[in-house]
């Protein structure tokens, strides 16, 4: 098992970062790993860098405002962790987990399976990188904001405890978690159910204009640049739309894509037991877990649902493993 501690005994600059377009996951495992390492080495620099958007939900978090959101050169670290991602999906953080004296890679995703650093702890059985790291922390340097961050990126990841990828370990930790004394029941309103109106309104549009195929076995919607200049949002916007498609009885793959260049988009898959979305996902270059994954694409979004909906259907036919 990594022994965080160990690995960082005698470092005097420490870097960490999540995936681009941080979720939940991402941002709460960074600020949890980051506050960690302060108590463990109250001399150390700890920098979280991540690219906006991050959605500001988890602004409650300790150590949110000091997320470093440029990346200069010239910056050096002794050691480097990337959480919830491979070297891939870093971005402008890339550069600085490339020249670190020692990379570290924490994750969860099945499509990650190896791991991209000199030090790996990869358990894609686990239902988030909040989850594994809190099973590597040692607990007595674990206080109430640890413990804040850990659920918010256990709650998010696991869609409040009801997908698949919660296990009876995940609910014995969520308890254990809760004995730090946080209001859990505000705390999963405001990261998982609230919205602002804009984002409502936007939910609403991609669902009333979302369309069924494949016999009602799968639902897609999109937004595409004219759109979202109109309503001026922006990918933090967008949270849950995917998982609220999915909710429609008989759809066992729901897909959403919103456009993010000239034909360019990013697509949010969630499914059923009957479809590996993360062995559909790789195909196009993305990643994820079973039931939850996403990647971009290039063409028109018909083309898109058609290139998916080819994958798609060879598994209903035949199950995941005929992915």
Same mark, same amino acid.
């Given at each position: 098992?990594?022994?965080? !501690? ?10 960490? +970062? ?10 709460? +495992?960074?600020? *949890? /790993?980051?506050?960690? /390492? /302060? ?30 959101? &440029? ?18 999906? /870093? ?12 990379? !570290? ?15 790996? @702890? ?12 809190? =099973? ?51 705390? !999963?309103?405001? @990261?998982?159910?609230?919205? =602002? ?39 933090? &916007? ?29 697509? +949010? ?8 979305? @993360? ?12 039931? *939850? ?6 063409? =028109? ?21 005929? *992915?």
């Amino acid at each position: 098992m990594l022994d965080i !501690i160990r690995e960082c005994e005698g470092a005097k600059r420490i870097g960490i +970062s999540g995936h681009v377009r941080p979720d939940g996951d991402a941002i709460s +495992s960074c600020l *949890a /790993l980051r506050k960690y /390492l /302060l108590n463990a080495f109250p001399e150390a620099e700890v920098d979280v860098n991540l690219e906006n958007p991050i959605p500001t939900i988890f602004d409650g978090e300790a150590g949110y405002e000091l997320i470093r959101r &440029d990346f200069p050169d010239g910056v050096s670290y002794d050691v480097y962790f990337a959480l919830d991602c491979n070297r891939e999906r /870093l971005g402008s953080a890339g550069k600085y987990f490339d020249a670190a004296g020692k990379r !570290i890679n924490i994750d969860h995703h099945e499509s990650n399976k190896e791991g991209v650093g000199d030090v790996n @702890a990869i358990e894609p059985d686990i239902s988030s990188t909040c989850e594994l790291l809190y =099973t590597l922390f040692d607990k007595k340097y674990v206080d109430r904001e640890i413990a804040i961050c850990i659920f918010t990126g256990m709650v998010t990841d696991t869609g409040v405890f009801q997908y698949s990828c919660t296990s009876p370990e995940t609910m014995r930790r969520a308890a254990e978690l809760m004995e730090y004394g946080f209001d859990h029941s505000a705390l !999963i309103q405001r @990261a998982f159910y609230e919205k =602002t109106y804009l984002q409502t309104q936007i939910l609403g549009r991609c669902l009333m204009e979302s369309v069924r195929f494949m016999d009602g076995k799968c639902v897609v919607s999109w937004i595409d640049r004219k759109t979202q200049d109109f309503y001026q949002v922006t990918s933090k &916007d967008f949270e849950g739309i995917v998982s609220q498609l999915r909710n429609i009885r008989g759809v066992d793959v729901s897909i959403f894509m919103y456009e993010t260049e000239n034909q360019e988009y990013k697509v +949010s898959m969630r499914s059923s037991e009957k479809v590996n979305v @993360a062995q559909i996902a790789v195909r196009f270059g993305g990643g994820g877990h079973a039931r *939850a994954a996403g990647c971009t694409m290039s063409g =028109t979004v018909y083309d898109c649902v058609n290139n998916l909906s080819k994958y798609i259907d060879k598994q209903l036919n035949a199950g995941p493993e005929g *992915a």
